[in-house]
């Protein structure tokens, strides 16, 4: 086993998977330095119906899914990984379309790749933690397969179904998506309002940066996900298992009503409130946001 960075050894995961010694085929195990102290790591590339699935897990105890936003991937839960994984088998991976994992070649959906992970890792209940998209990944799953959710913490989330007003447009984003140029569409989404506050933070300019600019490319592709019917907007008394929402007060004004929404609608859903954060509230306040979740966790993990 190497001992690397652990923002770079994904790419180095990747170059040694198929030579892996002593580790399930598809897998590799490498020791990464996680600037505290070193973590092993086993990352993989997982088959599903049409394309693959990249992935990463660490740690042992109650299993925590890590469920990143939409263009970015599972590099976004840096702050997190490490710190979930000394306490819980820490799952993260890049859903289909972005990061590491391949792009859309027909139908697919969210739920069916997530499951097929869960199957994969024999992981039989869940904690997932997701963020945007990846919390309205979460909401689908839970609503899908119930059985297989222990509890939710999302963090501004979306939420299938969900009508958006007509202020949640970019015009620049729109502009450079009909143009398709990368480049542009990387900094219009960095200069728009779900991004705006996590830029005014120095130490974080650079990292979104490489996260946009290697994501940028989903904007430009066709839409083929199948979506969950009928939709979770309807469906929120459905969920049972216990719920952690967490929003940025400088998050975008849908954004916070579909919090609002759930928090109505889901009993016994609790709220914290990040003052000052805007959409990227891990990144933007990571130990407050540890905190909250892994106290969470310690309450409800299984």
Not at 74 to 81: C, E, P, T, Y
Not at 134 to 156: M, N, Q, T, Y
Request: net charge negative.
């Amino acid at each position: 086993m190497s001992r690397v960075p652990l923002r770079a050894a994904a790419l180095l995961a990747l170059a040694v998977l198929p030579f892996a010694c002593g580790t399930p085929p598809g897998t590799a195990r490498t020791v990464v330095d996680t600037g505290s102290g070193s973590l092993e790591v086993t990352r993989g590339i997982l088959p599903v119906d049409g394309g693959t699935l990249f992935y990463e897990e660490a740690g042992h105890g109650a299993p925590v899914v890590l469920l990143h936003g939409g263009q970015l991937d599972g590099r976004m839960w840096d702050a997190q990984f490490a710190a979930f994984a000394a306490r819980y088998r820490t799952i993260r991976y890049d859903a289909r379309g972005y990061g590491h994992s391949s792009p859309p070649a027909g139908p697919y959906s969210h739920q069916a790749d997530l499951l097929a992970l869960l199957d994969h890792l024999h992981v039989e209940r869940a904690n997932l933690v997701g963020l945007s998209l990846g919390g309205r990944i979460a909401v689908d799953f839970a609503l899908a397969h119930p059985e297989r959710v222990a509890s939710l913490v999302l963090a501004g989330p979306g939420l299938s179904g969900w009508e958006w007003s007509d202020e949640s447009g970019d015009p620049a984003l729109e502009q450079a998506i009909a143009a398709g140029d990368r480049a542009r569409i990387a900094e219009a989404w960095l200069a728009g309002p779900y991004m705006a506050p996590a830029m005014s933070h120095p130490d974080l300019v650079p990292v979104l940066h490489e996260l946009a600019a290697d994501n940028a490319g989903n904007f430009l592709q066709p839409e083929r996900e199948t979506p969950l019917k009928p939709p979770a907007a309807g469906r929120l008394g459905e969920l049972h298992c216990p719920v952690l929402l967490i929003v940025g007060s400088r998050d975008v004004a849908d954004i916070q009503d579909i919090v609002e929404r759930l928090a109505s609608s889901v009993h016994g859903a609790r709220v914290a409130t990040f003052d000052g954060a805007g959409h990227m509230v891990n990144m933007e306040q990571p130990e407050a946001f540890n905190h909250e979740v892994l106290g969470f966790l310690a309450e409800v993990a299984n």
